[in-house]
């Protein structure tokens, strides 16, 4: 015996029909379909079948609902479990980003005291070595005046005083200090003051033969850094 063939459903039908089929189209137009049906003159007949098919379409849609009223309930609760899966994945996501912003508020304070503790320890260190070599300087100055006037005896320490005051001007800038701007055209004038007496002092030793005055003025070229052009 042959199998009873299975009946079409109310979908299949309503989609098998041709005045139902244009509102299946992804592209339905209401404006266009509205002016061939008033083309048609079929206005009445249109919306008779329409009702029907809608009709149609509204009852199988209950008997699907309790057909299927079961799984409906159960995909239905399953949504709503997985929502609040997702809000809850949600509230861990914006704790966690919270918790992110703090730690970096935490580490950023501190870097940001590290930065500005180095930058003043720098400028600390450039201002002390500043005031050792202004400190020296003074001395050096003081101590130069007393050589000076120790006549010939203390020219070789007056040159090694002038070349420590020529290193400590190297390296630094001490333009602009008050208490040195006027001291540093004074050495400029003792060292070519010293650099004189020294080169007289070596001719005289030389005409002399006075071997103790020639060392000394070499002694003085020495340590002004001069002994290769005077010699």
């Known amino acids: 015996m042959a199998a009873e063939s299975e009946e079409p459903s109310v979908l299949d039908l309503v989609s098998s029909d041709e005045l139902c089929q244009p509102f299946l189209q992804d592209e339905f137009d209401v404006q266009a379909f509205s002016n061939t049906v008033i083309e048609s003159q079929q206005v009445a007949q249109m919306l008779q079948h329409i009702a029907s098919s809608v009709a149609q379409l509204d009852r199988e849609l209950n008997q699907q609902v309790v057909s299927h009223h079961e ?65 020296r300087v003074l001395y050096l100055r003081k101590r130069l005046r007393a050589q000076l006037n120790g006549g010939v005896r203390e020219l070789t320490k007056a040159a090694q005083s002038l070349n420590e005051l020529d290193y400590l001007s190297q390296g630094v800038d001490l333009s602009g200090i008050e208490v040195l701007e006027n001291d540093w055209a004074w050495v400029s004038q003792t060292r070519n003051k010293v650099i004189s007496q020294a080169e007289s002092m070596l001719t005289s030793g030389l005409n002399a033969q006075n071997t103790s005055l020639i060392g000394t003025a070499l002694q003085v070229f020495h340590h002004l850094n001069i002994l290769q052009r005077n010699v």
């Open 71 to 135: 799984d409906l309930l159960s995909q239905a609760t399953g949504m709503e479990k997985l929502e609040g899966v997702l809000h809850m994945v949600q509230t861990r996501i914006e704790s966690l980003q919270a918790g992110v912003q703090r730690i970096r508020g935490k580490i950023a304070e501190p870097h940001s005291k590290i930065i500005a503790r180095t930058t003043q320890l720098a400028r600390l260190q450039t201002v002390c070595e500043l005031l050792r070599r202004l400190i």
